[in-house]
């Protein structure tokens, strides 16, 4: 019988039932993806992380319920916290290679982390699909682009917290869908919906940010934000633009430690 540490760790929260939920499991060595799989399925969260120790660092992926993804901000935050705090890891970097992404760096400062992310485009969509402001119940928007995820801006952050969108409804769109606004006390807000995933509205979006960033950094004419995801369990983020990279800062908590008995 082979066992695996198993972490539930909030991320983008300083305390239990705030921010996004995730599953981490540091391995001796990669299980076959199938195993994984099943594993984050058993899990019941929308993303479980996995790593291996190297001798560079460690190698890192993320899977949901459904399938492995390219990229995930919350598991890889919720990853450090485990290495940082439970590992007897003395470095203030931790240097993850991953899969799909290249090396994502988290840096260690007090009680906040902060992750080295890609940077992401988006572009304007000049004439939006009908069906994204049916679903989001709204008439229209002040801008609509798209990059990996659909991003809807409005005017206001309370029109982004007033949002009750049909998220099934969003299925034939093909992408997610990140809705964001100036903030009344942040420098921005924003909602993310996930149609098709386990976890139709996610509760705070590390890689969404990757494209928010850059946006905001140019509207706003600032490198450096304050962000809150204003979800039910919502989450803040310190943000900054540094070339074509990114900058994501959060706290973490862990809410439980347990063991993992696979009969291989």
Not at 90 to 114: A, C, H, N, Y
Not at 187 to 215: K, N, Q
């Amino acid at each position: 019988m082979q066992e695996i540490d198993f972490y539930l760790v909030d991320a983008f929260s300083d305390k239990a039932f705030g921010g996004n939920a995730a599953a981490v499991c540091p391995l001796q060595e990669w299980l076959p993806d199938d195993l994984l799989l099943s594993m984050a399925k058993q899990h019941n969260q929308s993303e479980t992380a996995f790593f291996v120790r190297t001798d560079q660092g460690f190698e890192l992926r993320w899977f949901t319920t459904q399938y492995e993804i390219n990229l995930c901000g919350h598991a890889t935050l919720a990853a450090a916290h485990v290495i940082f705090e439970y590992l007897d890891y003395p470095q203030t970097d931790i240097v993850f290679s991953t899969r799909f992404v290249g090396e994502l760096t988290v840096k260690r400062s007090g009680d906040w982390l902060t992750l080295n992310f890609p940077a992401w485009s988006s572009e304007e969509v000049a004439n939006p699909p009908a069906l994204l402001f049916s679903a989001l119940g709204i008439d229209g928007a002040k801008e609509v682009r798209v990059g990996r995820d659909y991003m809807v801006v409005l005017e206001t952050e309370q029109q982004v917290a007033d949002l009750t969108p049909d998220i099934a409804a969003m299925l034939p769109l093909d992408k997610m869908v990140c809705v964001t606004a100036p903030g009344d006390r942040y420098d921005f807000v924003s909602r993310f919906f996930c149609p098709g995933e386990s976890v139709p509205e996610d509760p705070v979006t590390g890689s969404t940010h990757s494209m928010l960033i850059p946006y905001w950094s140019d509207k706003l004419g600032k490198t450096t934000l304050q962000a809150r995801q204003i979800s039910a369990r919502g989450g803040d983020l310190r943000c900054a633009l540094q070339g074509d990279r990114v900058l994501i800062g959060g706290q973490a908590t862990l809410y439980l430690k347990g063991k993992i008995f696979l009969r291989l």
